[in-house]
């Protein structure tokens, strides 16, 4: 498969709109704390397309022919110089803050190659860390970032009161 890669513009906006309700209602059915897509992906794409300017990030749309197929976001993240428990080498990491392959694309490598553009966009920039976060019941993410040598970094535990 041949898949094009295409930052997001105009003409291709509502696609990522479409991929992000979709991302959304995906989560949504692993965890209770989500809102529903339609109810947040125009606001929060269009944060992300703010975010991704200021952090030097990009968003990116997966194409086969004219069949759109997934995206990724993905920044330079940067903690506090004040903040003592990270070295220094480390303290500026990319973040992959979304990635959707939608159903029909799944198992064709395309996560794969997603999230080898995002990592060779880091490499370039000097970054030598990449951080994402994934619900706990999604298995299927989990499985694949684990298979793309992602480990488990920090452990987040909540308690609904």
Excluded at 54 to 83: M, P, Q, S, W
Aim: aromatic share 14%; hydrophobic share 40%.
């Amino acid at each position: 498969m041949c898949f094009i890669f295409e930052l997001l513009n105009d003409d291709n906006y509502h696609e990522a709109i479409a991929d992000m309700q979709a991302l959304q209602d995906l989560e949504k059915s692993f965890s209770k704390d989500r809102t529903d897509g339609k109810e947040m992906a125009t606001k929060h794409l269009a944060y992300l397309v703010e975010y991704t300017h200021v952090h030097k990030g990009e968003i990116i749309l997966a194409r086969e022919n004219d069949l759109y197929c997934g995206f990724i976001v993905y920044y330079i993240e940067e903690f506090e110089t004040a903040d003592l428990h990270v070295i220094d080498s480390l303290k500026i990491y990319g973040e992959v803050s979304e990635l959707y392959i939608r159903p029909n694309w799944r198992k064709k490598n395309l996560g794969k190659k997603l999230l080898d553009h995002a990592e060779q966009y880091f490499i370039e920039r000097g970054i030598k860390r990449v951080k994402l976060t994934v619900l706990a019941k999604n298995k299927k993410a989990c499985d694949f970032y684990s298979h793309m040598d992602y480990a488990p970094f920090e452990i987040v535990y909540q308690k609904y009161l």
